[in-house]
């Protein structure tokens, strides 16, 4: 698995600056060569970044409205993103 920076998008190489546990997640604290940090959050169902790619999208997949990142719920139609 590789591992990008979420804000310039450079491959990240070499083990965590840190681990612990977080509620049902393993996370992991990476540097990036441009010496911005990022959370690698690893859980049974789910993988994310904090901060999140700049690139992701939070579409929803009910009715394809374009939602904020940080939203949990559809601004239109109220599905769980």
């Known amino acids: ?5 979420p804000k310039c998008g450079l ?13 049902q997640y393993r996370v992991s604290r ?3 060569e441009h010496g911005d940090k ?4 690893s859980g ?3 993988t994310f970044t904090i901060p999140r790619s ?5 579409e929803c ?3 394809a409205t374009h939602n904020p990142l940080e939203a949990i719920y559809c601004k239109n ?3 769980k993103l």
Do not use: D
Request: proline share 5%; hydrophobic share 30%.
């Open 77 to 79: 139609c109220g599905t």
């Open 61 to 63: 997949k009910s009715c």
């Open 38 to 41: 990022f959370n690698l959050y």
């Open 44 to 46: 049974a169902s789910k």
């Open 54 to 58: 700049m690139v992701e999208k939070n």
């Open 11 to 23: 491959e990240v190489f070499g083990p965590p600056e840190r681990e612990w546990r977080f509620q």
């Open 30 to 32: 990476f540097r990036c």
């Open 1 to 5: 698995m590789s591992i990008s920076c």
